[in-house]
């Protein structure tokens, strides 16, 4: 069966200080991989996805950045955070057409002070 | 652009009553609408799938409806349960691109 792995769990960082959030997929390959991030009160909103190895596309224009080094790992990073990162962070994953389920992990909780 | 909406965005029922809850979005070209549900500080559970060409999804005491030419979904809970509390989100989506609302947040009274 597939899982879907997100670390860490909760994140406190300061403004300024970089971020690196790690999700990890098993039990599938070349699985398409996104990133969400869900404001307080606010619906999630999708920040980037991934077809494939080294494809990344953004949605939304922002001071965060994404990579794909390997198939079934998807990285969210950022150099400089900002109090308006702070949010929920989220990873999915899906397989096949775009009329697939997307299966969403744990979440990361992170707050910028 | 697409927009979704939720409405309620809070509701609160006693254990045993048969719910509705409700989705709309402006853009009807979507491949499908997917309800989840969402605990406290966790991630989404995917509830139930509806394609563009289908009209309804079931599972359990759950029912969900889909009318893509106006734009509206509707999630039917019946005989509800105070397991059921949780946060509800709506989702529509072409290609990669996924558009979800801000959610219904149900409580269900013991």
């Given at each position: 069966?597939?899982?879907?792995?997100?670390?860490?769990?909760?994140?406190?960082?300061?403004?300024?200080?970089?971020?690196?959030?790690?999700?990890?997929?098993?039990?599938?390959?070349?699985?398409?991989?996104?990133?969400?991030?869900?404001?307080?009160?606010?619906?999630?909103?999708?920040?980037?996805?991934?077809?494939?190895?080294?494809?990344?596309?953004?949605?939304?224009?922002?001071?965060?950045?994404?990579?794909?080094?390997?198939?079934?790992?998807?990285?969210?990073?950022?150099?400089?955070?900002?109090?308006?990162?702070?949010?929920?962070?989220?990873?999915?994953?899906?397989?096949?057409?775009?009329?697939?389920?997307?299966?969403?992990?744990?979440?990361?909780?992170?707050?910028?002070? | 652009?697409?927009?979704?909406?939720?409405?309620?965005?809070?509701?609160?029922?006693?254990?045993?009553?048969?719910?509705?809850?409700?989705c709309?979005?402006?853009?009807?070209?979507?491949?499908?609408l997917?309800?989840?549900?969402?605990?406290?500080?966790?991630?989404?559970?995917?509830?139930?799938?509806?394609?563009?060409?289908?009209?309804?999804?079931?599972?359990?005491?759950?029912?969900?409806?889909l009318?893509?030419?106006?734009?509206r979904s509707t999630?039917?809970?019946?005989?509800?349960?105070?397991?059921?509390?949780?946060?509800?989100?709506?989702?529509?989506?072409?290609?990669?691109?996924?558009?979800?609302?801000?959610?219904?947040?149900?409580?269900?009274?013991?």
């Amino acid at each position: 069966s597939q899982t879907i792995h997100q670390w860490p769990a909760t994140l406190v960082q300061p403004v300024g200080s970089p971020l690196s959030l790690e999700c990890t997929v098993e039990g599938t390959s070349n699985p398409n991989l996104y990133w969400y991030r869900q404001a307080a009160g606010r619906g999630l909103q999708l920040l980037f996805y991934s077809v494939g190895i080294g494809q990344i596309s953004s949605e939304v224009p922002q001071n965060l950045s994404a990579s794909r080094p390997q198939d079934r790992q998807f990285i969210l990073s950022s150099k400089k955070l900002l109090l308006s990162d702070s949010g929920f962070y989220l990873c999915a994953w899906s397989v096949g057409s775009s009329t697939d389920t997307q299966y969403f992990g744990p979440g990361t909780r992170l707050t910028v002070l | 652009k697409q927009e979704v909406t939720q409405i309620p965005a809070a509701l609160s029922v006693p254990e045993g009553e048969n719910l509705v809850l409700n989705c709309s979005f402006t853009d009807s070209a979507i491949y499908n609408l997917q309800w989840f549900r969402q605990d406290p500080g966790k991630g989404l559970t995917s509830l139930l799938l509806i394609q563009s060409s289908q009209r309804e999804q079931t599972s359990g005491r759950l029912n969900a409806s889909l009318d893509k030419s106006s734009g509206r979904s509707t999630l039917y809970i019946a005989a509800s349960q105070p397991g059921d509390s949780a946060t509800y989100l709506c989702a529509v989506r072409r290609n990669n691109d996924m558009r979800f609302g801000a959610g219904t947040r149900l409580t269900v009274k013991p």
